[in-house]
T-cell receptor, first 112, second 115 residues
Framework: AQTVTQSQPEMSVQEAETVTLSCTYD???????LFWYKQPPSRQMILVIR??????QNATENRFSVNFQKAAKSFSLKISDSQLGDTAMYFC?????????FGAGTQVVVTP | DAMVIQNPRYQVTQFGKPVTLSCSQT?????MYWYQQKSSQAPKLLFH???????NEADTPDNFQSRRPNTSFCFLDIRSPGLGDAAMYLC??????????????FGPGTRLTVT
């Protein structure tokens, strides 16, 4: 069975600061993909960043970067220079065999 | 722009009255998914189609059914909605295994209210 755990229900960060969201997962597969999705109050789920398990290099997308530790089964997301528009629920997700397994989500609130 | 479209965005139905939610995509993706998302929870996969092959999750109630008449469209039918079926329903698409893409692209969702 695959599991994804996000242990931080909510995090608050000031504008321009950095916040790191944690995610751990468990899978018996070797070939899998990891994602972070963002769901703002408007509720549309948006892909933030992806990481292939076979790649050692950490993915980066503008202000978003991940720290992928395969042996530890850890996949954290760092948001740098936080903006008010980053306020959203963030879901970590594990993809394997055509399905996504989501974590419970972390609500990020960016304050002025 | 290529996208995933869901109609309607808001749907109100009565207890026990059948309702159909629709999803269309212009991405030409092989796989389409339906998720149920309740407030402050992660999306829960109900079923998915890989082309015309239907895949039901083991814990999806029989009350939920789906149709995919062609590549672009997919429908979610709720035969006899109960109060517990009130939720946001999300449609998503992906290219599918072996086709270079595993990320899923989501529509804006349909919020279902059951009265």
């Amino acid at each position: 069975a695959q599991t994804v755990t996000q242990s931080q229900p909510e995090m608050s960060v000031q504008e321009a600061e950095t916040v790191t969201l944690s995610c751990t997962y468990d899978t018996s597969e070797n070939n899998y993909y990891l994602f972070w999705y963002k769901q703002p109050p408007s509720r549309q789920m948006i892909l933030v960043i992806r990481q292939e398990a076979y790649k050692q290099q950490n993915a980066t997308e503008n202000r978003f970067s991940v720290n992928f530790q395969k042996a530890a089964k850890s996949f954290s997301l760092k948001i740098s220079d936080s903006q008010l528009g980053d306020t959203a629920m963030y879901f970590c997700a594990l993809h394997s065999w055509g399905k996504l397994q989501f974590g419970a989500g972390t609500q990020v609130v960016v304050t002025p | 722009d290529a996208m995933v479209i869901q109609n309607p965005r808001y749907q109100v139905t009565q207890f026990g009255k059948p309702v159909t939610l629709s999803c269309s995509q212009t991405l030409n993706h092989n796989v389409m998914y339906w998720y149920q998302q309740k407030s402050s929870q992660a999306p829960k996969l109900l079923f998915h189609y890989y082309d015309k092959d239907f895949n039901n999750e083991a814990d999806t109630p029989d009350n939920f059914q789906s149709r995919r008449p062609n590549t672009s469209f997919c429908f979610l039918d709720i035969r006899s909605p109960g109060l517990g079926d009130a939720a946001m329903y999300l449609c998503a698409t992906s290219r599918g295994p072996g086709q270079g893409g595993h990320e899923q692209y989501f529509g804006p969702g349909t919020r279902l209210t059951v009265t």
